[in-house]
């Protein structure tokens, strides 16, 4: 199927590894140009020439910046133009116990998660709105409907995530954009993989048997027993950036193989 990207530009924030990256692959085999962004300039420009040896004629572009800091993000905000397509995927998460987790560390989830998406939609939108066309899409996770315990502040980010594309969906009323939003499910993105990996070297364990251990005990009902990887994340993430999906708008859309019980 041919998804019409050729000729769109991208932005895909926190794409270095995982589900960013991944996105970033799928949207060049169509043909769109990407720009990938990373806290570190090193892995960015990286990730930039690993991109290009798979995609020789593609335009790949590489902006570093950290979501936490106000000064690099204004200056990535300065150098974003003709954007079509804006994937706020960057975030951060962790296991957190409610009583001690300090203010600042609620602070920190909801700027990174959050304001980032908040201020690249801003500054984004109204060029979109401009030339009657553009998507943007906010991967969130399964996590903001049904909220972990041990993962309240990283929940509530994802949840308030969802409140604001739902939002700012409506501001695309009568146009060619659409802002939706991609609840994923339990996702072997890099970081899960090293925490796995170390805990499996504690255990001595095999990781293949501690990746099925861990997803019995926390997602036991999952329909794909396993977890899910970062390409099957990306398959919906570049439908929705497609002019094909322009029927879906204010959506949240379930890529969690029935983790969701909700």
């Known amino acids: 199927m041919d998804l019409q990207l050729k000729g769109k530009k991208a932005f895909i924030s926190g794409s270095t590894q995982g589900i960013g990256f991944s996105i970033a692959e799928h949207l060049l085999k169509e043909g769109a140009a990407v720009i990938i962004n990373g806290r570190n300039a090193e892995k960015t420009k990286h990730a930039c020439e690993k991109l290009q040896k798979q995609f020789p004629d593609s335009e790949i572009f590489g902006i570093p910046a950290n979501f936490a800091n106000s000064t690099e993000v204004s200056a990535l905000l300065n150098d974003l133009e003709d954007i079509d397509i804006l994937i706020n995927n960057v975030g951060v998460f962790g296991i957190d116990d409610f009583q001690t987790t300090s203010d600042e560390d609620w602070y920190n989830y909801f700027e990174i998660n959050v304001m980032s998406g908040m201020r690249l939609s801003r500054a984004l939108l109204p060029t979109m709105l401009k030339k009657n066309w553009g998507r943007i899409i906010f991967i969130s996770s399964e996590s903001g409907l049904n909220v972990p315990d041990n993962?309240?502040?990283?929940?509530?980010?994802?949840?308030?995530?969802?409140?604001?594309?739902?939002?700012?969906?409506?501001?695309?009323?009568?146009?060619?954009?659409?802002?939706?939003?991609?609840?994923?499910?339990?996702?072997?993105?890099?970081?899960?993989?090293?925490?796995?990996?170390?805990?499996?070297?504690?255990?001595?364990?095999?990781?293949?048997?501690?990746?099925?251990?861990?997803?019995q005990q926390t997602n036991p009902h999952i329909l794909i027993q396993r977890f899910i990887e970062p390409n099957e994340i990306a398959n919906l993430a570049v439908y929705l950036s497609s002019p094909l999906s322009i029927a879906t708008n204010g959506a949240s859309l379930r890529a969690d193989s029935g983790a969701l019980k909700v």
């Open 151 to 215: 993962m309240i502040p990283y929940g509530m980010t994802k949840a308030a995530m969802g409140a604001l594309s739902n939002g700012l969906s409506k501001l695309t009323k009568g146009t060619e954009i659409t802002i939706n939003t991609i609840l994923g499910g339990p996702t072997y993105s890099d970081g899960v993989a090293e925490t796995i990996k170390q805990i499996a070297n504690a255990q001595q364990l095999n990781v293949e048997t501690m990746k099925s251990g861990i997803i």
